[in-house]
């Protein structure tokens, strides 16, 4: 036969265009190039984009909702208290929640808890519960609308060190601007 006498089905075009329509939600939510991405995932999952740092390396998505953000290293910020990322982030994310979050500690009372959940059950509330276990704590969404810089300049005790390249001498925490 030749390849001239070759006639596709009339039902092979809708079923391509079928399964491709069903690929690329998936193939767009797994998309780890980009840092501005995994802040328009988080808006998108009801969620504010500031609950990340600004430097994030990359991150993964799962169908089955399994969250992995990686950053370029441990790093510190501040929303209303101290905030300690790992190099590692994990979370199962859903609509308007994050749960079971490993690799983000939050300083209590100058004790470093991890956080557990974080949950914005109605976005209309203007609130945001972050769970750290021993307490739940109601916060302010617009502390979470723009993501945050992150201090990551440590020393090989990996002490957080002030900004200002005059005072490098002292181990610090470095207070974002």
């Avoid at 390849?3 to 039902?11: G, V």
């Avoid at 840092?35 to 600004?54: E, F, Q, T, V």
């Avoid at 992995?68 to 790093?75: A, R, S, T």
């Avoid at 979470?144 to 002292?170: G, I, K, M, Q």
Wanted: aromatic fraction near 10%; charged fraction near 15%.
């Amino acid at each position: 036969m030749a390849l001239s006498q070759i006639h596709p089905s009339k039902h092979a075009l809708p079923l391509l265009i079928f399964l491709l329509l069903l690929l690329l939600p998936s193939l767009s939510l797994c998309d780890t190039s980009s840092s501005s991405s995994i802040h328009d995932l988080l808006k998108s999952m009801g969620l504010p984009p500031g609950l990340l740092p600004k430097e994030v390396k990359s991150y993964n998505f799962s169908g089955s909702g399994l969250l992995q953000v990686y950053l370029y290293g441990p790093c510190l910020t501040k929303f209303d208290t101290m905030a300690l990322y790992e190099s590692e982030l994990r979370a199962n994310l859903t609509y308007g929640s994050l749960t079971g979050v490993q690799g983000l500690s939050q300083e209590e009372l100058f004790l470093w808890l991890p956080v557990k959940d974080i949950i914005v059950d109605d976005p209309t509330s203007g609130l945001i519960l972050i769970d750290i276990g021993v307490a739940h704590k109601q916060l302010s969404l617009s502390l979470f609308e723009d993501p945050p810089d992150c201090n990551t300049r440590t020393n090989s005790n990996n002490w957080f060190y002030l900004c200002d390249d005059e005072h490098e001498a002292a181990p610090f925490f470095c207070w974002p601007h």
